[in-house]
């Protein structure tokens, strides 16, 4: 899904197709705890539409797929995990049960190997 994201040309598609990459569709689909009048999914499209637009054109079509081809392969070693954790003090990761960027289980893996230097692994249920 997010593969095909820098080739939708819509705005309105291209936001709804990331909405359900960054948040759960049960979360997007829930009542806004704020406004019960609308979902979770037509607020933040609110809020995204109403954000002021910088003065900027867009980017590069090479340099979206340079990105998307970082995130897509982008791997910490333990050993690269453990220098992070001698030079950053506090490290909090956060996951969903329901996570379409990082897998779950990648981030328990990241955390256990980092417990020794007080890493806090933060579980969120249905998100």
Known sequence: MIDSVPFIRDGEKKINSLLGLLYSPIWLDQRAE????????????????????????????????SQLWAGLTHRVTPDQLQYLARVIPKVLIVTGDDDNIVNSKNSLRKSLLLLDNGCVLKGMDGV
């Open 34 to 65: 704020n406004d019960h009048d609308q979902t979770n999914r037509q607020m933040v499209l609110e809020r995204i539409r109403n954000q002021p637009q910088p003065p900027s054109k867009p980017g590069a079509f090479v340099g979206g797929l």
